[in-house]
């Protein structure tokens, strides 16, 4: 059994660790946090869920000396993420002294700038970090330490030239470390032109099979919202996401759902970030059991004791289909991911099952209630929970569903 002592963790890490209920690493910390300790650059590539944070969040902390200004860095694609890896930070820094500093938009400057003063370690979106190195509030030159957490996302956003900008206010010599699930080209770009003497790890990039189970209907298009009430109502589950891939289809499920009686909540993109971790917290509070996403739930922010995901529909990105699926089955539990499949679905079904080894079991369609979907919902209301959802479903009449789409194999889709 590895455990921190094997890797030579700082014991007061460690035992901010033991209180945190952390005592084993993970794969991908066994595999990076030697590497760090030799002063490698790095890339390390795992999973959502799989404690990419501990990997570069504890040696970060062995390496900083309290009190002489900013030594780390680690920029984040969102706000959400921002605020969890410092929290994470804190917790295992506690018996340091190690000083961290969260920036991000969408909030006043005074407050954060105030915070820069006595900080060893930065934690921000790229956007806020270069307006400060702008403004001469926050300066890197002592800088020991840059990290990129969901590197392949900050890509995908457009946050290169951004990254690059920052990178060119940091000190020679500085230790390089990128986080994500997939390497890209502009990643492999980054390796090439900024980082030397790179180690590469690599992690289990799926959950265990025997801990995920994956299933797929295929429905028309107009029957998917039934179909999804029903299944809500019908399986065993905890804590619920259903993601859409667009911001209009979050926000018309969730006014849907709320009136069907289901007390869910909504997260995406466009949201007000204090409203977006208020829902977070109360969906890991338990006070919501279903939570409407985009893909802004899908990477990196702490959700957790998933039960069941469900895909509404799907993203062209074949990549989203496996942050999405890890959100649950993680830290040793089981979970489900279900795939409702319509007509304009297949294409992007068709990418996943390509790119990926995925095992994955069409569900037969069982007799369900038609429900309306209002399209144009502008109002909800809420039937004050499951109790209601479950009264409100189950009073529809039933009726056999109609002819189902093309199967996508007689047993389901195994590779």
């Not at 890896?85 to 340091?96: A, F, V």
């Not at 770009?189 to 801990?211: F, H, P, R, T, W």
């Not at 006070?287 to 990477?299: E, M």
């Not at 990418?351 to 037969?364: A, F, K, L, N, T």
């Amino acid at each position: 059994m590895s455990t921190f002592e094997v890797l030579n963790v700082k014991q007061e890490i460690i035992k901010a660790l033991r209180e945190e209920g952390i005592v084993e690493p993970t794969t991908i910390q066994q595999k990076t946090i030697p590497l760090v300790h030799e002063g490698k650059d790095l890339i390390g590539i795992s999973r959502t869920g799989s404690g990419k944070t501990a990997s570069f969040g504890i040696p970060l902390l062995e390496k900083i000396h309290p009190g002489q200004g900013v030594q780390g860095l680690v920029l984040a694609p969102t706000r959400e993420l921002a605020v969890q890896i410092s929290n994470e930070l804190r917790k295992w820094g506690r018996y340091l002294n190690v000083t961290i500093a969260t920036v991000y938009g969408g909030v006043g400057l005074e407050q954060q700038i105030g915070s820069l003063a006595r900080a060893d370690v930065v934690v921000g979106t790229p956007g806020r970090v270069l307006d400060l190195l702008s403004r001469g509030n926050l300066r890197l030159s002592g800088l020991t330490c840059f990290i990129l957490d969901e590197a392949d996302k900050m890509v995908e956003m457009g946050f290169i030239e951004d990254i690059e900008e920052i990178l060119s206010k940091t000190a020679k010599g500085r230790q390089i470390m990128l986080f994500g699930a997939t390497i890209s080209n502009e990643i492999d770009y980054l390796k090439n032109k900024y980082m030397s003497n790179v180690a590469v790890a690599e992690a289990e990039l799926q959950v265990k099979k025997d801990l995920l189970k994956q299933y797929y209907y295929g429905v028309k298009n107009h029957e998917k919202f039934s179909l999804l009430v029903h299944l809500l109502q019908k399986e065993e589950m905890g804590r619920v996401l259903i993601f859409c891939s667009k911001r209009s289809t979050v926000e018309l499920l969730y006014k849907n759902l709320r009136l069907q009686g289901v007390k869910t909540e909504m997260i995406h993109g466009k949201m007000r970030q204090s409203k977006r971790l208020q829902v977070i917290e109360r969906f890991n509070d338990g006070k919501i059991s279903y939570l409407v996403a985009s893909a802004v739930a899908a990477r990196g922010l702490d959700i957790k004791d998933i039960t069941h995901v469900f895909n509404y529909d799907l993203s062209k990105d074949p990549q989203e289909y496996i942050h999405r699926v890890g959100r649950t089955a993680r830290a040793g539990e089981s979970g489900k991911a279900i795939t409702l499949l319509a007509e304009q679905d297949h294409e992007a079904f068709r990418s996943v099952i390509g790119r990926y080894r995925i095992d994955v079991e069409e569900m037969p369609l069982e007799p369900f209630a038609k429900l309306r979907f209002e399209a144009g919902a502008r109002q909800h209301r809420s039937f004050g929970g499951n109790r209601a959802f479950g009264d409100r479903a189950g009073s529809h009449s039933r009726e056999r569903p109609s002819a189902r789409e093309p199967s996508w194999g007689r047993a389901g889709w195994r590779r």
